[in-house]
């Protein structure tokens, strides 16, 4: 899935920071694994570290430690950590996490592991007069409290409108809970462009996708990163959020976002290699369009908080992630825009995203600034993100063409501005449906939703909840990966009305 993670940040270009150690020799360790038997390998014995050009190879110990009992969990070789370099045993040194992990140099040196437990408080200082623990303890309090009320008050005259992040400040994220207690090693690069690249990592016993952004590239981390702090995001449908870190010293720093690692990769990479069933195409499509209902939805009560609307603003194929089942899940938010109650959107770039998935509207560079306005704008980017989907289903008659990008075949592969708006705004074309979907049933009525979705006028596209409501009637109606066409198929009482419009 390669392919797939490439282009999963937009326009990626150049390459990002690059990753080099010296080192290369050979090291055994004692290997153990308390999962051998649903990983198919041996539980115990020796791991011969293999050579890699300009990297350092460590051993490594993890467990865990309930209540007095060691819990051994992995041993192993550990792949190029400064944090390992140069020590000869191994010793863990955090406070009390969940996982102990420590690595270390040296042939068999993780056969003996240890905690090293903070040192112990020094004592506390003699006891004050009640008038200087009323200065001491109260005014410093006052004080803070006074500061944290002024700079809430300056951060909600200041924040600037649609989620952008002001470069100049360099604000870092909280601690992630999960990495603070987990190691995280880098496996392979999955992509490398001008936001930075993306990793295959591993934490612990689970594989996450690990996306490193270079300092120039702030802003778009911390937007990304604002977007998956909102409160009430979790959704089955929305990528996973793991964390957010900054590594590396003052000159050489890095923006790590980190989240669950789909090895299918995207739906543009999983199009490109396979055709779909009627009943794969239901799941994808229904699942796809529920995340985004989600994402739009402006939510008062949630248990984490009320949440806000969100416009994706790049909605593609290759922004939608599929699991091992297919189904879908939404990612890639450094574009996305928050919509807050009672804070009124103001200016921002309309004409961001990807070109070939642009709206007529954000092409001609004619944008209302308000929130539905963008959610349509996404509305027209799924039309054509179910048109893909629709051009690999097998269930109709006939042979299935060969995967394209919309409008690769008006435009190809790399479209200009120009072109678009060509074909998009003044000659009004779309994507076309091919004479063999129109005969079944269900393939009909779902080409019918697309049309719906990519309406030249903004304000008579559906909404994204309204499309999960007519795929998820289309299945059920029309089950069948060979459903004839029926003369009535396609009618104003078999589907949610127009107004479920946004």
């Known amino acids: 899935a390669q392919q797939g993670w490439a282009e999963l940040v937009l326009g990626w270009e150049t390459v990002g920071n690059t990753r080099c150690h010296s080192g290369g020799e050979t090291r055994e360790c004692v290997y153990y694994n308390v999962n051998f038997e649903l990983e198919k390998t041996n539980q115990s014995g020796v791991e011969r570290c293999e050579d890699e050009v300009d990297k350092r190879s460590h051993c490594y110990a993890s467990w865990r430690n309930n209540t007095g009992t060691i819990e051994l969990v992995k041993k192993g070789c550990w792949l190029d950590d400064f944090n390992c370099y140069d020590r000869q045993e191994c010793v863990a040194t955090e406070g009390s996490p969940q996982v102990f992990f420590c690595c270390c140099e ?7 592991f240890t905690h090293l437990p903070d040192p112990t408080s020094p004592p506390p200082p003699p006891s004050l007069g009640l008038l200087n623990v009323l200065v001491y303890c109260l005014l410093p309090g006052l004080l803070l409290c006074l500061t944290l009320l002024t700079a809430v008050w300056m951060y909600r005259h200041r924040k600037p409108p649609y989620g952008h992040v002001d470069i100049m400040e360099d604000p870092a994220p909280p601690p992630s809970p999960l990495l603070g207690l987990k190691p995280l090693q880098l496996l392979e690069v999955k992509a490398r462009g001008r936001f930075g690249c993306v990793w295959r990592a591993q934490m612990i016993n689970e594989y996450v996708a690990v996306k490193i952004f270079p300092i120039q590239n702030k802003a778009s981390w911390e937007n990304e990163h604002q977007i998956f702090s909102t409160p009430g995001l979790r959704h089955e449908n929305i990528l996973r959020f793991v964390g957010a870190e900054r590594r590396g010293g003052p000159l050489e720093a890095e923006l790590w976002l980190i989240t669950e ?3 299918r990769g995207s739906l543009c990479d999983f199009l490109k290699g396979n055709v779909v069933s009627w009943s794969e195409l239901c799941l994808i499509a229904e699942s796809m369009s529920c995340g985004l209902a989600f994402l739009h939805e402006d939510l008062p009560r949630t248990k984490d908080g009320p949440k806000p609307a969100i416009a994706h603003r790049d909605f593609k194929s290759k922004n939608v992630m599929l699991r091992s089942d297919l189904t879908a899940v939404i990612g890639d938010f450094g574009l996305a825009v928050l919509f807050e109650p009672g804070i009124p959107p103001g200016e921002t770039h309309g004409q961001v995203g990807t070109r070939r998935y642009m709206a007529p509207e954000v092409l001609e560079g004619a944008i ?3 929130r539905d306005s963008f959610l349509r704008i996404d509305m027209y980017a799924l039309g054509l993100v179910l048109w893909e989907l629709v051009s690999r289903c097998k269930a109709a008659d006939g042979p299935v063409d060969e995967y394209q990008l919309p409008f690769e075949e008006e435009v190809g592969q790399h479209p200009s501005l120009e072109d678009l708006q060509e074909i998009v705004v003044h000659k009004k074309l779309r ?3 091919k004479e063999q979907w129109l005969k079944h049933t269900g393939l009909a009525q779902l080409c019918e939703t697309v049309e ?8 008579a596209r559906l909404s994204a909840g309204c499309v999960e409501e007519r795929i998820c009637q289309i299945r059920i109606t029309s089950c069948s ?5 029926l003369v009535s198929t396609v009618t104003n009482n078999d589907l949610p ?3 479920s419009s946004i």
């Not at 040296?106 to 003996?112: A, L, M």
């Not at 719906?452 to 304000?459: G, M, S, V």
């Open 106 to 112: 040296g042939n068999f040196c993780n056969e003996k």
């Open 261 to 263: 690692f789909h090895q």
């Open 368 to 370: 209302n600034f308000q």
């Open 431 to 433: 994507p076309t449906f």
């Open 452 to 459: 719906e979705c990519w309406d030249h006028d903004a304000e």
């Open 481 to 485: 990966d060979h459903a004839p066409l």
């Open 497 to 499: 009305p127009k107004e």
